[in-house]
């Protein structure tokens, strides 16, 4: 998968990257990346990782690093981009340097008006819009190596990665249920199905989305808040942070994100409505086209989208083919009647059932965490018909 | 839980005795029982287990060891209850033996009437109908040593052991669904849901019960054999063992039996029902009260059945509170509409619902098997209301 050579003198700053890379906010419209400039002799010349949309891409903050540190002051790094780097220059970098100007130019141009002599790359961009950034090195006489700990640099971002690959976000579909596949009762009761272990699991899976999408049904239905609410200590909070551009490190200060709150379907949201608190931004997007909503949250930067209900929106997404995971909490308990998980999928015979591949399963407490990713196409191959019941 | 000495000299035997045990039929009406007669000095005089219904009791097995061993011969043997043991004997057995006479005399008489002076059980008889016979043997004047390695001698006969304290045969449900809960597509076709290593486990599950029970629903619609089909060298095939009555040991011949097919419900089997074959006896009660279905299954000796649906019956048991154990194979695959895995259970909201608790989850190939036991009676703890969706 990798051309990562087996040992490589790289490895120790690249690792380091990674480090800086990792201090991004883990959920961004941007990937989270790390830079590295080594001079000839391998010491460290600047370092830098890129704080979020609309700040400095990771090579631009490790120049400006470098200016600062050659002594440059306030006024160097005013003019960062003309700092120019001592001969021999390496720049170890997480993700392939960009070829595109965005909110920021081109960072691949940035390298080589520094005059960087060698670039080493863990990933490769998967986005075309970016990529070709080591081909413009490569044709102005800069040295590449790329795939250094490419798998680790994935692990950073595998929303952007994995979005980057489909052309569109990564969508997540959170089931809850019991044994028999309810998830109300009779008179349309559901608090509570499942426990607190499961509910808590809920908002950690809704802090690694860009995105909470839940159709006019459920909005009406339950009245949700849709935000990410965590305690002050849990791990999961850190997928909420987005570090203030001038923070100096990981122990900087920082802002907490909520995803986008997204309604699905035309029908119109009462004022008092909790999704209409100031709590976190809400999208109302009133069609019925599972790809049309995932264009438009393409549009804003969205990797990763957690679809939570109701059974009307699960199944168009199901049937569009639009559903890449699935994550089932289910409750080890019966109801025998009531809302079932999912609507009609368009399944008429067995030979036609939509079958998934079983990735991990977890205790949540009492219930069950089932995540799942699409299966094979067909049906299991049928037996000879000796075999019955 | 047991009255276990830390360390017995009695140990050895009862290890001894406990593997003579497993000899005897897995699953019968009657509990697999080991016996070794030892006298003061510790040399075994005789050993025995029990062959099945109709064939003698562990103790009397090993009376007529000893009295063959102390060479007596055929004769000998003929009036095996005559022989009187040495003075000092004691007799250790993994069940209390029985105080009452079936289609045997009672062991407690037989054991007094050949003059043992000690007698060391395992597990205390679990029936109100055969119990008694420690007492009686102690109100005799033997040495009576309970409780030494009950834990053990309770997993010979798990299904007898929990039988006897319900009163009656030990459900377990057997429930096959999707994610979704469903049983079968939208035109009723269901083969295959699960694959190849469910259906395996199915016979396997079948093969530890005296019982297969279904609906004439499901015997009409699916029209299903019911036996238990395993391949040659799966170990499994033990359950189905039936040792016979002269063999010498556990290399010596066999039968192999089936359960007991029974079919509840008032509908007429065709007379090419798979289930009126001669492949097993099948038992037609037409009645719809699981009541009288266990009632009869436990005058016919029967410890444990595999209740394996359809949806009404399944649901006929969860009402009436007789189902102690499910087995679930859940399939990683959605159909979005079909047939439920249980009908109506009369839960009107959602404080009703009907929780269980999960003993295991194994993986079965793709599919998933959990294992429940009936879990607390109400439902989870409601939390404040600020906390929602």
Redesign the interface.
Known sequence: MSTTPATSIWETPMRRALELAARGPAVDPNPRVGCVLLDAAGHTLGEGFHRGAGTPHAEVAALADAARRAGGGEAALAEAGAHRLPAGTTAVVTLEPCNHTGRTGPCAEALLEAGVARVVIAQTDPTPLAAGGAERLRSAGVELLTGLLADEAEQLNPWFTQSARLGRPVVTLK?A??????V????G????????AA?LD?HRQRATAGAIVVGTGTALA?????TV?LPEDDPARALLRVPAPAADDASGSATLRQPLRVVVGTRELPASA?LRDDAAETLLLPTHDPAEVLATLAGRGIHHVWL?GGPTLA?AF?RAGLVDR?V?H????????GA???????????????????QE?A?LG?D?R?T?TP?PAG??T??PSG???
Chains 1, 2 share one sequence.
């Open positions: 089931l249920s019991t044994l028999d596949g309810r109300a009762a009779a008179d009761t559901s608090q509570w199905i499942t426990g607190p509910r809920v339950d009245d949700p808040q849709l609410r909790r939570e199944a199901l699935l089932h289910l409750a080890p308990a019966l109801l025998g009647a079932g998980m999912v609507s009609d999928l368009g399944i008429g015979t067995i030979a036609e059932i939509d079958r998934w591949q079983l399963v205790r009492d069950l089932l799942l299966g049906p299991h049928p037996t075999e019955d019941a």
